[in-house]
């Protein structure tokens, strides 16, 4: 599995991304290549993340660029970039997630259990000031949240294979062939729609070789709630019923 690669879309990321490289730097199984997206940042992302690459000479870190706008389109080039450099395996987390150690191990069992897809479990940082209170209600609406696109009606049609799963893009590994089949992630801003939910369901016409592994782990930011509140927050990732002028939390 050394043709496996970790895609990180990454926006004025300077202040945090640190974190996220030295947990990826830390996986127990180090055997894989990350390529960081720099998605047209106003900082010194590219500076931090260039320093971090020469520091650790393992993983191998590789910088590029998108001017497009959007998660979308950055991880997107991210993918397509890794699987021109021969790249048979995918993963993507994000510049403000925390991969647990065992994680890209974790993510290639899934791969050896027959699984073309793999999404893994979000679970709130704890080291951002947010709140016991609000990261277990960020737990349990993620639950609710999963059990819910099951019966949603845009998860729901006879084109489907496979149930839905909900497939975090900032926890997600997907085969090369596989993401190619599907289209990829749409190249759209985060605000004009859930690329994460597009792509598992271009997969689902395809396969129903995916599924959820808990036991594939990464803390994710709570930088939304400690700016906007808990309450919209939800209303945000619920199908953007919030609307805040600055999405971009930094």
């Known amino acids: 599995m050394s043709e496996f690669w970790v895609v990180i879309p990454a926006f004025d990321e300077e202040r945090g991304i640190s974190a996220t490289l030295e947990a990826v730097a830390a996986?127990?199984?180090?055997?894989?290549?990350?390529?960081v997206v720099d998605n047209n940042s106003t900082d010194g992302t590219v500076k931090v993340v260039e320093a971090f690459a020469q520091a650790h000479p393992v993983p191998r870190i590789v910088v590029i660029s998108e001017p497009q706008k959007g998660t979308g389109a950055a991880a997107d080039t991210g993918m397509r970039y890794a699987i021109a450099q021969g790249a048979?395996?995918?993963?993507?987390?994000?510049?403000?997630?925390?991969?647990?150690?065992?994680?890209t191990q974790k993510i290639k069992a899934g791969f050896d259990s027959g699984l073309r897809l793999v999404s893994g479990q979000l679970i709130p940082r704890t080291?951002?000031?947010?709140?016991?209170?609000?990261r277990t209600i960020i737990r349990v609406a993620?639950?609710?949240?999963?059990?819910?696109?099951?019966?949603?009606?845009?998860?729901?049609?006879?084109k489907y294979l496979g149930?839905?799963?909900?497939?975090?893009?900032?926890?997600m590994a997907i085969t090369a062939e596989l993401y190619?089949?599907?289209g990829g992630f749409p190249r759209t801003a985060i605000e004009d729609l859930h690329e994460d939910r597009a792509l598992v369901?271009?997969?689902r016409t395809i396969t129903t070789a995916y599924g959820l592994r808990r036991d594939v782990r990464v803390y994710g930011s709570n930088r939304r709630v400690r700016a906007w509140g808990i309450r919209k927050t939800l209303a945000w990732y619920a199908d953007h019923r919030y609307r805040p002028d600055v999405v971009d939390i930094r």
């Open 27 to 35: 996986q127990q199984d180090s055997d894989f290549t990350v390529v």
């Open 88 to 103: 048979t395996h995918l993963a993507r987390t994000d510049a403000d997630c925390l991969p647990a150690p065992d994680w």
């Open 127 to 134: 080291d951002e000031g947010v709140s016991w209170r609000d």
């Open 142 to 158: 993620l639950e609710v949240a999963s059990t819910f696109g099951k019966v949603r009606s845009g998860n729901r049609d006879p």
């Open 163 to 171: 149930p839905y799963v909900m497939t975090p893009g900032c926890n």
């Open 180 to 182: 190619v089949a599907a």
């Open 201 to 203: 369901n271009a997969v």
